[in-house]
Structures are given as structure tokens and as C-alpha cells.
T-cell receptor, first 111, second 113 residues
């Protein structure tokens, strides 16, 4: 399967701490994206990293991509209760228009 | 608000029945994607249309079919429903091409009893 795998499956931290989620995938990619999903809602795009980019920042989000290890990580700094959600990585492939999603990490921020 | 509209939001039906889920993409988006999200299978890609034509197919059952109309809205038809078809069905749209973010609707929650 081309599906990415997120690690950990669930993460619970205190407000103000940093949260790190990891994603691994199996084949060469064109781009890797992270999405957020609040319970039962639609997914919201957070950040896109192209295969030739090693790191990208957006506000409190930092994404790293290591294509040699076929892995990515999403760091959320100074977490807030409102960051509680599921986070998914999605991989895009050259010559294919679909995005393949991982199983997600459920992040809980405790106030 | 993503700009992608899905109806109905909730649907309860019985096994063996047929339902149609509708999606209106963001204005100007030519690509429409359908995904199924269930607890045990995660988010599974079903099918993609681009400007009315099927472009990619994923793990879509033969009992399921979809189409995209000239006004770019899309419908996902699910027939001979089984208990295991209970899930959240998401539509997403993208302007064009292979890269770029997907904009998701709020989903249609299907419950098959």
C-alpha cells in the first residue's frame, strides 16, 4: 500500500508544550501535505511541502521532510486547547492526481 | 468555510437501499475527489473527476458509482447498501493539476441499519 503511517496514533500533552507527529511513506512522492480534522468535521489543509523542500514553517507549525528516509514530521509549538484535533499526512505522487492519506494522529491538548 | 458544499449532512437508511450524495466544488475548481472515512479504514480515496471525466480510481466498490456534471457538481451513488458502508463520505475539490491543496466539504454521514 502507498498509504502513509502516522506515529503516534494518539498524543496527549499539556497546553503550552510542543507536539510532534511523524509520518512515514513507502514510495517516492511529489509533495507531502498535512491536514487537520476536528471531530466529525471536514479536513482543513495546513501546509504543503514539495519533494525538494526540507523544511517549511507556517505560524506555529513546522514541517520537516526527509525524502531519503521517506518520512516527515509536523511540529506544533506552544500548543493550545484549540489545537485538539486529528492530524493527517497526505502524499502526492508524480503522474497521479490523488492524495493518499495516513491513518492520522489524535492530538489532545489538556488545559 | 471551504467553499465545498455537500448534501445531505446526515443520512440514515436500511441495508439494500440506494442513496445519492451530492457535492458542489469551490467556484472555479475543476477536480472533484471522493473519500470514505470509517473508523477502521481511515480515509480511503474512492474516485476523482476532472472537468467531467474520470481521472483516477481508488478502492471504490462496484456497487458505488460517481459522475461529474457539466456544471461541475458531482454525485456519488451508493447501491445495495451494507452495514459496512456506514461512514463519513467526503468530497474535496482542487483547481487543477497534480499538486496543491484539497478543499474538503463537511462530509455526509451515512448510517446503514
Amino acid at each position: 500500500s502507498q498509504q502513509g503511517e502516522e506515529d503516534p496514533q494518539a498524543l496527549s500533552i499539556q497546553e503550552g508544550e510542543n507536539a510532534t507527529m511523524n509520518c512515514s511513506y513507502k514510495t517516492s512522492i511529489n509533495n507531502l501535505q498535512w491536514y487537520r480534522q476536528n471531530s466529525g468535521r471536514g479536513l482543513v489543509h495546513l501546509i504543503l511541502t514539495r519533494s525538494n523542500e526540507r523544511e517549511k514553517h507556517s505560524g506555529r507549525l513546522r514541517v520537516t521532510l526527509d525524502t531519503s528516509k521517506k518520512s516527515s514530521s509536523l511540529l506544533i509549538t506552544a500548543s493550545r486547547a484549540a489545537d485538539t484535533a486529528s492530524y493527517f499526512c497526505a502524499t502526492g505522487f508524480q503522474g497521479a492526481q490523488k492524495l493518499v492519506f495516513g491513518q492520522g494522529t489524535r492530538l489532545t491538548i489538556n488545559p | 468555510d471551504s467553499g465545498v458544499t455537500q448534501t445531505p449532512k446526515h443520512l440514515i437508511t436500511a441495508t439494500g437501499q440506494r442513496v445519492t450524495l451530492r457535492c458542489s466544488p469551490r467556484s472555479g475548481d475543476l477536480s472533484v475527489y471522493w473519500y470514505q472515512q470509517s473508523l477502521d479504514q481511515g480515509l480511503q480515496f474512492l474516485i476523482q473527476y476532472y472537468n467531467g471525466e474520470e481521472r483516477a480510481k481508488g478502492n471504490i466498490l462496484e456497487r458505488f458509482s460517481a459522475q461529474q456534471f457539466p456544471d461541475l457538481h458531482s454525485e456519488l451513488n451508493l447501491s445495495s447498501l451494507e452495514l459496512g458502508d456506514s461512514a463519513l463520505y467526503f468530497c474535496a475539490s482542487r483547481r487543477q493539476g497534480e499538486t496543491g491543496e484539497l478543499f474538503f466539504g463537511e462530509g455526509s454521514r451515512l448510517t446503514v441499519l
